[in-house]
């Protein structure tokens, strides 16, 4: 598992908690790469207290253990998630450059 030391949870204007840079990172950098297990068809979002930490994937929902799971949402995103399945693993990689004290946030659908 990688977690990049240039990031850290704090609260988040968004929503609850959130993942933050500590110092500037560049476009295209994996920041996270997090363990997952891989919840199966719609009954996955009933209990919904775990569905704002899954990430979606096809018609089922990863749920992310560590920093990913707290990554937040936004219409502006500026970091992207791929889905290992062969090793139920989610990858997470800057789409822009981002400066020091922005919150990583990606679109979820």
């Not at 891989?38 to 990863?62: C, H, M, Q």
């Not at 290992?84 to 990689?93: G, R, S, V």
């Amino acid at each position: 598992m990688l977690i990049n030391h240039k990031i850290s949870i704090e609260r988040s204007p968004i929503h609850g908690w959130g993942v933050f840079t500590i110092d500037d990172i560049q476009e295209n950098t994996l920041i996270i790469q997090s363990p997952g297990i891989i919840l199966k068809g719609p009954s996955a979002y009933i209990i919904k207290e775990i569905a704002e930490y899954t990430y979606p994937f096809n018609r089922d929902v990863i749920l992310c253990f560590g920093y990913a799971s707290l990554i937040n949402s936004s219409d502006e995103p500026n970091v992207k998630f791929e889905v290992d399945i062969e090793n139920k693993i989610i990858n997470i990689t800057t789409i822009k450059n981002i400066k020091s004290n922005e919150e990583i946030t990606f679109k979820y659908l």
